[in-house]
C-alpha cells in the first residue's frame, strides 16, 4: 500500500505540470487504477523517483519508470534506489560569466 503522503506530494508535483494547476479526479481514479497493475513497493519507488528527478513531467512518464522497475525486479535486481548525497544533489546553473561582466561594465 502506497502512503497517502507520498500520493499527495506525487500528485501536488502533478498539478504544477498543468496550465490551470488543477488535475482532474478522474484522471487520478484512472492513473491510480493503472497502479494496481504493479507491485506496492514498485509503484512507491516510482512515485519517489518521479518526485525527486522528474518533477517537470507529467504523470505518464511514472507508468514508464513503474514499467522499468518491474523489469529489474523481474531480474533479481533490487527495486529500491540507493540513497544518494543530498548536497550534490542539484543542477549547476549555466552562467556565461563574461556575458555578465560585459554587461556589468557597460552600466
Not at 540507493?82 to 549555466?94: S, Y
Request: avoid cysteine.
Amino acid at each position: 500500500m502506497v502512503s497517502e503522503d507520498l500520493k499527495e506530494q506525487y500528485w501536488s508535483l502533478i498539478r504544477r505540470t498543468r496550465k490551470s494547476g488543477r488535475v482532474a479526479q478522474s484522471v487520478i481514479d484512472r492513473v491510480e487504477k493503472s497502479w494496481e497493475a504493479f507491485e506496492p513497493e514498485v509503484v512507491e519507488e516510482a512515485l519517489r523517483i518521479h518526485t525527486m528527478r522528474y518533477p517537470e513531467y507529467k504523470e505518464n512518464y511514472t507508468i514508464g519508470i513503474m514499467r522499468n522497475l518491474q523489469k529489474q525486479k523481474a531480474a533479481g535486481q533490487p527495486v529500491k534506489q540507493k540513497e544518494k548525497n543530498k548536497f550534490f544533489n542539484f543542477e549547476q546553473h549555466g552562467y556565461d560569466i563574461k556575458e555578465l561582466e560585459r554587461r556589468l561594465i557597460k552600466r
